[in-house]
């Protein structure tokens, strides 16, 4: 771990100031920035984020009329005409606003690469992406992994730009009208399925395939691997951490 922790702070520091675990009588050592200008917490603590995203984004419109975890098959809508069903404003509001912050994310590093992001129709009119048009939560899903899909390709050249430490901020810590994946996914739930096998890696302690990404959330804001076997948890700035996270990188998004 020692060297490890020597070679990070031998970097360039992280912009976001990221200091590694230390004494309290000692001196902080900046973590080193080993993607662009984020080090491995902001890096990976990205990727999760944008794992949890289609989840996140089909419980949220799932959950406009009150219909549950979401089921992905079924359509966003009210009652009958006669007698529609209240509209949750919560979810609503929530789910506009992250996919607005996706939207806007995408056309700034799209315009910045020279490249051309998905076309993705928006959620209201021609001046707006925020609104309620009715979609099923298979649509929305669709579209949010879209938008996921393009920011992971181009992750890595993202945390490269003057506005990473914002993206990072704004996609995993969020405002107080524009709250951050975290946040949202503690209120709102994203994991509506299983962690799918090809996702999990083998747990260096019992040998079980049950090794997986535990995102932050209401109860621990850390971002940690853990065996659902054996309970075995990696921090993030164990040696191990990186090295697990290595594997997964190239098959998250596949």
Known sequence: MTDLLDAQSAAFPCVRGCT????EDAAPKPKGARHGDLCDSCFYRIVAALKLVPDLVANMRAQLWGIGAADYSERVGGG??????PLNLGPLDASDALFAKLVSWIAVFAEEFGLI??????????????????VSVEVATQRASLQVGW??????????TRSAAAFHDDLCIGHEDARGVFSLSASYGAKARPVP??????????GAMEMFVKSP???DASLAIMCGRC????PEHKKAFREYMDEWEGVAYA
């Open 20 to 23: 590694l675990p230390h004494a």
């Open 80 to 85: 009958g005409a006669e007698s529609p069903a």
């Open 117 to 134: 992001g998905p076309a993705i129709p928006s959620w209201a009119n021609g001046r707006e992406v925020q609104g309620s048009r009715s």
């Open 151 to 160: 920011l992971a390709d181009h992750l890595e050249r993202i945390c490269g």
């Open 197 to 206: 096998e090809a996702e999990k890696r083998e747990c260096r302690s019992c």
């Open 217 to 219: 959330d209401a109860f």
């Open 231 to 234: 309970g075995e948890c990696v």
